[in-house]
């Protein structure tokens, strides 16, 4: 604490370090906003005990001191002061002093109001001046006096003010002294603490230095450990990737299961093999070979044991009514399946051993009804075909059921097996069947077989993946070939057959061979729906239609020809009743329509030729043949055209003349009347009326057409006509109706 | 579950009746669930088959042989006769042609199979039987109780009614699958769901028509 100097008032400044009053000081401006609560917190701590009690001599010598020694020097300064006053008394230039001491003052005074000091401080200066002088009762003009009164009245004036300063200063320090006390009785504790801590953080430091030691030791410890762990972990995972463990080995060795730990550990096996070609591609590959072969030996054997496990599950089906059997079973195809020669062999051999089974069976079959086979061979077929088809079913879903090892029924696999355990039934099928079909003789009942053996080609198409139908395809053609070669020998006995030839007599009627021919075919053909006969391609379809139309009329043809008892209109009506036979049995067939058409062809040539025939046979009983003759010559009469000037030439002929016409006129009257029934009689044999009576009407129609012509020559060149004209004919002969259209349809002559 | 896979053990049902009385649509229905309105003929015998998984745990596989009803494939059908377990033979509830040649459909089946075989008598078409009945639950009794038929039943592939009481009825009806051991009865309902080909033939309790459920014996 600083304290205003005495003698600092008393000289000026600049002239004098006496003089140079010293500023008063600020108070002190300690924070006691929170003395109470510091005071609360250093309780032990009393500043006034510190300062005032005299508990610590040493403390006490020391302020008692500094108090002296302030005495002492006011003492001496006040003591100078008596002694200055009294030297200016005595001297005579006091005025002067005076005057200087005032203008000090002045100087002082214009300081302190000039000062820097802002005007709220210096108001509460003068303020507290004020005050002061108040409450001392003080003169102002004591104070400002220039002498020693002033003097002293401002010493005073400044101790009083002193007094107070230190007043409230010990004041205010008094409520420091617990905080101070406190503080000192904590700075013991904190010493402490210091030493505690300089020797904690010692400590700490050769701890720390331990510690860095030991966390070195410990790093380089992690270290190995994680390269022991690697190797560990390399070393599990090699074990774990290309060992078995001994109980792994006995499982897929010496254990008689094939259960879920079986295939699971085979798994392992498979895996580790493959692993192997890792350890192969090492430099030194003498592991992986150790590890492959010993794995490769397990495999082998594991392989060996699943596959007499699947041959003996496959050798005997009922042991997979056991639900577990099969599924194993299934576990070690789904295994083998990969393995192709394995598996394929397992395959075959199941295949082998399952076609012969069923061979057997079919076999076994076939023996039980060969009684129906003797009786009725349809219903052998028949039966055949449909246990047949019941052995392709039940095979079929029982190799589904044992080879479905992909969830699909439609897996090649399983085709391929159902197809070739099949295969090996088609031989015998074929063989029984064919020997059924070969002994055969009647058409209609190879025509059944037929007719079998195609609806079962779509029947067996609708049952997946089976062979058969090859062999059924096989065996109908087998019976097209057949039927055609029934027919064939069958014509070809009646072509050689002498009893066929006989057959032919003067009744003029067809064979009965032809009858009996047509009874087997025209049933086969009756029941047929189908585009062409059996299903044959068109151009068999022709050949057949060819060998039973065309072939027996050829046939029949021959034995006409050869037969010598035959005139020409025998000749020509045998064959006309043979056609019309074959016509009227083939009609109503729709396969037969071309055919119809045909044979229609042939039976209009041979009507022509018979009405040809009867036409000049009628001419000739009127000896008209020859007049017909040369007339036809000059121009036929066949022609539409008509002109008596073109046969102008028939004059020269010495056979045309009015005695012949005469005569034969003559013989129209005499013959004509009875030529209806001499024609009929000799058409008798003709077994169609209709025809007959075409032939009757036409060769009449053609004759009356001629005499009507001839009888316009007859009448320009000989002034000639017959006694008849060709209407009277016509009506005499009854066919006035049939000539009316005629002569209606042609045009005017 | 039972350990029995049964591969080799199979149930042949044998469907006969005159053409058109719905022996293919019964079977369609029981296949497939689904009924085609358009009509089209079997050519000779079709052949389909079925694992049925019964309430019980039971499975049953069926081969269904379905036959042509036309006159000319008849003398196909006594070969497949011959063989079966079970003979269905199916009429025409609105046509009494249909019914009244069942005799010769029995007789049929007598012959092959003697008494050996279990016959079952279905009257389809019970959707069109309020209008065109012909043939009476009476009648179908009767020749029922005369020829000794295992059951007989009306149902309507149509409406889908009683195909699939039908069916469970004939695999309950099979004297091999009653002998079979019960003993996984009550924990194998569940595995039908896992199946693809499982047919739940749950009856529904609800469906319309109860007249025509008591037909059956």
């Not at chain 1, 503080?183 to 010493?191: A, C, D, F, Y």
Request: glycine letters at 2%.
């Amino acid at each position: 604490m600083d304290f205003i100097d005495f003698d600092t008032f008393t000289k000026d400044n600049s002239t004098d370090n006496d003089w140079n009053l010293p500023q008063p000081q600020p108070a002190l401006s300690l924070p006691i906003t929170n003395i109470e609560n510091l005071s609360k917190k250093l309780s032990q701590f009393k500043l006034t005990k510190n300062l005032i009690i005299p508990n610590d001599s040493t403390t006490t010598i020391t302020v008692n001191n500094d108090e002296d020694e302030l005495m002492k020097k006011y003492a001496k300064l006040s003591i100078n002061l008596i002694s200055d006053e009294k030297k200016q008394e005595q001297d005579p230039e006091n005025g002067n002093e005076k005057s200087s001491s005032n203008s000090t003052l002045s100087t002082r005074l214009s300081r302190v109001l000039n000062d820097s000091l802002n005007d709220n401080d210096q108001r509460e200066i003068f303020s507290y001046i004020e005050n002061n002088l108040e409450e001392n009762e003080l003169n102002v003009q004591d104070l400002l006096d220039t002498g020693f009164v002033g003097s002293v009245s401002r010493s005073n004036f400044k101790n009083r003010i002193e007094s107070n300063l230190i007043k409230n200063h010990s004041k205010i320090l008094k409520e420091y002294q617990p905080v101070i006390k406190q503080l000192k009785s904590t700075e013991g504790k904190l010493n402490k603490f210091n030493e505690l801590n300089s020797s904690t953080e010692s400590i700490i430091d050769s701890h720390c230095q331990n510690s860095n030691k030991f966390n070195a030791r410990i790093n380089e410890l992690n270290k190995q450990q994680k390269l022991v762990l690697l190797k560990k972990q390399l070393l599990q995972s090699f074990n774990a990737k290309f060992t078995l463990t001994e109980y792994e080995e006995f499982v897929l060795t010496q254990s008689g299961e094939m259960n879920d730990e079986f295939f699971k550990v085979l798994s392992k096996l498979q895996k580790l093999n493959e692993n192997c070609y890792i350890l192969l591609s090492l430099d030194n590959c003498k592991l992986g070979n150790d590890i492959l072969n010993k794995s490769n030996q397990l495999l082998n054997s594991s392989n060996d044991k699943i596959i007499k496990f699947c041959n003996k599950s496959l050798g005997n089906l009922y042991s997979l009514n056991l639900k577990s059997k099969l599924v194993t079973l299934q576990k070690c195809l789904r295994y083998l399946q990969n393995k192709y020669n394995y598996f394929q062999n397992m395959i075959d051999n199941f295949i082998n051993s399952r076609s012969k089974f069923i061979n057997d069976e079919f076999l076994n079959y076939c023996e039980s009804n060969l009684e129906i086979v003797q009786q009725e061979s349809i219903r052998f077929i028949g039966d055949l075909l449909a246990y047949v088809h019941s052995l392709i079913v039940n095979e079929s879903e029982t190799i589904i059921a044992i080879f479905n090892i992909n969830e699909n029924e439609n897996d090649p696999i399983i085709q391929d097996i159902i197809n070739k355990i099949l295969m090996n039934l088609q031989k015998p099928i074929k063989l029984k069947i064919d020997h059924l079909i070969y002994s055969e003789t009647k058409v209609l009942t190879i025509f059944q077989i037929f007719n079998l053996l195609d609806l079962y080609v779509i029947m067996f198409k609708k049952i997946k993946g089976n062979n058969l139908i090859e062999v059924l395809h096989s065996l109908i053609s087998n019976c097209q070939d057949r039927i055609f070669s029934i027919i064939s020998n069958k014509l070809s006995i009646i072509k050689q057959s002498n009893s066929a030839r006989l057959e032919l007599d003067t009744d003029l009627q067809p064979p009965n061979w032809i009858i009996e021919f047509y009874s087997d075919i025209l049933n086969l053909l009756d029941q047929i729906k189908t585009k062409t006969i059996l299903n044959l391609t068109t151009d068999s379809h022709e050949k057949f239609l060819d060998l039973i139309i065309n072939s027996p009329v050829e046939i029949f043809n021959s034995h006409v020809e050869l037969n010598k008892a035959f005139n020409k209109k025998d000749n020509l009506i045998i064959k006309f009743n043979f056609l019309d036979l074959i016509q009227s049995k083939v009609i109503p067939i729709s396969l037969l329509s071309d055919k119809v058409i045909e044979i229609n062809s042939q039976i209009n040539d041979i009507t022509e030729k018979l009405t040809t025939l009867e036409y000049v046979n009628l001419l000739k009983s009127l000896h008209l043949e020859n007049i017909y003759n040369v007339s036809n010559m000059i121009c036929p009469f066949s022609d539409e055209f008509f002109d008596t000037s073109i046969y102008e030439p028939i004059k020269e002929n010495k056979l045309y003349n009015l005695e012949s016409m005469k005569q034969i006129d003559e013989k129209i009257q005499e013959i004509l009347p009875n030529s209806i029934i001499e024609i009929q009689q000799s058409l008798l044999k003709v077994n169609s009326p209709m025809i007959v009576n075409d032939t009757i009407n036409q060769v009449f129609i053609n004759f009356i057409k001629f005499i009507k012509k001839l009888n316009l020559i007859n009448k320009e060149i000989l002034d000639f006509e017959f006694t008849w004209s060709d209407y009277e004919m016509a009506t005499m002969l009854g066919i006035e109706e049939v000539y009316d259209k005629e002569i209606a349809s042609l045009p005017d002559t | 579950m039972s350990d029995k896979s049964n591969i080799l053990k199979k149930y042949k049902i044998v469907f006969l009746g005159d053409q058109s009385v719905g022996k293919t649509s019964l079977i369609t229905r029981f296949m497939y669930d689904t009924f085609d309105e358009t009509y089209a003929a079997t050519i000779g015998i079709d052949f389909l088959s079925k694992t049925m998984y019964l309430e019980e745990g039971k499975t049953i596989r069926l081969q269904l042989w379905d036959t042509a009803g036309q006159e000319r494939f008849r003398s196909l059908i006594p070969s497949y006769i011959r063989d079966s377990h079970v003979a269905v033979i199916c009429y025409d509830i609105t046509n009494k042609k249909s019914f009244l040649n069942l005799d010769k459909w029995i007789k049929d089946v007598k012959l092959e199979r003697g008494d050996d075989v279990i016959i079952v008598l279905v009257g389809n078409k019970s959707d069109l039987a309020n209008d065109k009945r012909q043939v009476t639950i009476e009648d179908v009794e009767s020749l029922h109780l005369k020829i000794g038929s295992k059951f007989f039943i009306e149902t309507s592939t149509k409406a889908n009614h009683n195909v699939k009481l039908l069916f469970k009825k004939i695999a309950q009806s099979l004297p091999e699958f009653n002998n079979e051991g019960t003993e996984n009865e009550n924990n194998t309902s569940n595995n039908n769901h896992n199946n693809p080909e499982t047919i739940d033939i749950t009856i529904d309790k609800n469906a319309p028509n109860p007249q025509t459920l008591n037909t059956c014996c």
